[in-house]
């Protein structure tokens, strides 16, 4: 079965998810597309049957067309906000998110070929963490300032 992990509930949807931080000297990657007024993490919806770790490995190669091995857990994120697009609009959301950081490959070019859920096209985006941009998740613009090797689990809720 290969089902993105977005369950719609009685309640609202429930998203589970995976993101890559991806650094290169004290810039991450960010994706953006035209509609959005924000930026968003390397990532996506875990598939039914798939681990966290496929996932962002699957996620990473999709996003950049680099296959990228995992470093190590980052971040889980809770995150629940109100949904803004297709199946979501209009919907509470209760999203659970695994951050990776990944190996980044010493030649690494990203080509991004990937597109949102409603094919609009994305593109890849190097920034600091003071970038004047929005970006998702928030917590980036202090936590990948000074990188730790413990897990830390974030709840976000915009409710």
Do not use: Q
């Not at 509930?9 to 960010?30: C, H, P």
């Not at 770790?53 to 990228?68: P, Q, S």
């Not at 995150?79 to 297709?86: M, P």
């Not at 094919?119 to 990188?147: C, G, M, Q, T």
């Amino acid at each position: 079965m290969n089902t993105d992990l977005c369950v719609k509930t009685k309640g609202g949807i429930l998203n589970i998810r995976v993101g890559a931080i991806i650094m290169r000297d004290d810039e991450f990657l960010m994706v953006e597309n035209d509609r959005d007024e924000h930026m968003y993490s390397v990532g996506g919806r875990i598939k039914f049957g798939e681990t966290a770790e496929e996932a962002v490995v699957r996620e990473v190669f999709e996003e950049t067309g680099v296959k990228m091995d995992i470093d190590r857990l980052g971040f889980i994120h809770e995150n629940f906000f109100f949904g803004d697009t297709l199946v979501k609009k209009g919907n509470i959301v209760h999203e659970i998110s695994f951050f990776f950081y990944m190996k980044v490959p010493k030649n690494f070019e990203p080509v991004c070929m990937s597109f949102t859920e409603d094919d609009v096209k994305e593109r890849l985006v190097w920034i600091k963490a003071d970038h004047h941009k929005k970006y998702y998740p928030v917590f980036f613009k202090s936590e990948l300032k000074n990188p730790s090797y413990e897990v830390k689990h974030f709840v976000t809720n915009d409710i």
